[in-house]
């Protein structure tokens, strides 16, 4: 079964790297369904000008870490790349708390 | 599970989900390789999205279309609200006007592009023969703003006919009862519109500008048939750009940059939601 996945997908290109990224996505937002079904998130109002559900701080998350990585891709090149990751993860775990 | 509905919604959500995840994986892994047709591909990482993010080509292209979208949604938007209160409410003449409104949206975006590029040719055309009345010598092929124009105003021949008519069922659907008691309040026309009509039309406009937006970024059948996304690259849309590098075999490229441009209509249809679902949220309630 996995070979035949293999074989018949391989016209796509995966690498470890995109499968990782994809899978982590996809487990996340699992991971938050999970979350809301047992704890249904209620929007609250944090240093955003709007109110914010669980699911909106993790989609605005999610906007800002592709933000940061493709601003330092733009500015800086594909060096040190360890420091937007730094930066989307601190900012992710502050947004997420206080946002 | 509390409601069941879910359940008959799975198919169709699982369909999406694979015909959506399918080719959006496919371009982003296209976009993590050095990939030519023919060639064997070679994992480089980010260096597409470095390159792509660097070349003033492609950062020309995504100004011009932030110039572009941002224009037509600040023309189409409140020129679709005035055709719209200005629709009869009943009566025979309605169905004309509908029909007169929706012939635009029955046009093919290609007879668009060809329709204005037989207008605009400069030996034929109509429109260069009415600018010669007024000694203006009009040019799509060697002027970068006619160019730009002629498209721009193309596009807002094209669409505003949808806004108006999103906006004219929008104003169907508002109870003659606000109106009486804005004119029992004695409340101007100006703000009858300002407090009952706008807030009212929220929903409708929220569609009507996230389509227009999105819709916006895809244009590329008008500007490649009249002008190729000339002169120079005066209307090389982001579409365009795309492309081009998708036809010369640069696959790699292609794909950071048509992530790139997804991620741009994601975030700006995400912020313009979220203010049009919150500017002015209490005074519907």
Redesign the interface.
């Given at each position: 079964m996995w070979d035949w996945i293999i074989s018949n997908t391989s016209?796509?290109?995966?690498?470890w790297?995109?499968g990782l990224a994809?899978g982590g996505l996809f487990a996340a937002i699992a991971f938050m369904g999970i979350w809301d079904a047992v704890s249904p998130s209620v929007a609250r109002k944090g240093f955003f000008?709007?109110s914010t559900t669980r699911g909106d701080r993790f989609?605005i998350g999610i906007?800002s870490l592709?933000?940061v990585?493709?601003l330092w891709?733009?500015i800086v090149?594909?060096t040190a790349?360890w420091v937007p990751l730094v930066i989307s993860v601190a900012w992710f775990a502050v947004e997420g708390v206080w946002g | 599970m509390k409601n069941r509905g879910w359940l008959f919604v799975i198919p169709a959500l699982a369909v999406l989900a694979i015909s959506a995840f399918?080719p959006l994986?496919?371009v982003?892994?296209?976009s993590?390789?050095y990939?030519f047709a023919g060639s064997t591909?070679t994992?480089v990482?980010?260096?597409n999205?470095?390159e792509v993010?660097?070349d003033s080509a492609f950062l020309r292209a995504l100004v011009r279309q932030l110039v572009f979208s941002m224009g037509i949604l600040a023309v189409e938007v409140p020129l679709g609200i005035c055709i719209a209160l200005c629709l009869p409410k009943r009566g025979p003449g309605v169905a004309v006007c509908l029909v007169l409104l929706g012939i635009p949206l029955l046009i093919p975006f290609n007879v668009v592009g060809i329709i204005a590029r037989v207008l605009t040719q400069s030996a034929v055309g109509v429109i260069p023969e009415f600018f010669a009345l007024f000694n203006y010598s009009f040019n799509v092929a060697k002027d970068p703003v006619d160019a730009f124009m002629t498209i721009f105003l193309l596009d807002v021949w094209h669409w505003t006919p949808l806004v108006a008519l999103l906006c004219y069922a929008g104003l169907q659907a508002i109870p003659d009862a606000y109106y009486q008691a804005a004119r029992i309040d004695g409340a101007s026309a100006w703000k009858t519109f300002r407090y009952v009509t706008l807030p009212k039309l929220r929903s409708v406009l929220i569609i009507g500008v996230l389509l227009r937006f999105m819709d916006s970024f895809k244009i590329y059948a008008e500007p490649l048939l009249l002008t190729g996304g000339g002169p120079g690259d005066a209307t090389t849309f982001l579409s365009l750009h795309v492309a081009r590098k998708a036809e010369s075999y640069n696959l790699g490229y292609a794909g950071a940059s048509s992530f790139?441009y997804l991620?741009i209509v994601?975030?700006f249809s995400?912020i313009f939601f979220?203010l049009m679902t919150?500017i002015g949220k209490g005074e519907t309630k």
């Open positions: 016209w796509m290109y995966w690498t790297q995109s994809i000008p709007i989609f906007l592709i933000t990585f493709l891709l733009g090149g594909s790349l | 399918i994986m496919t982003i892994n296209y993590l390789h990939i591909p994992f990482g980010f260096e999205y470095v993010l660097r790139i991620f994601i975030v995400y979220q919150h």
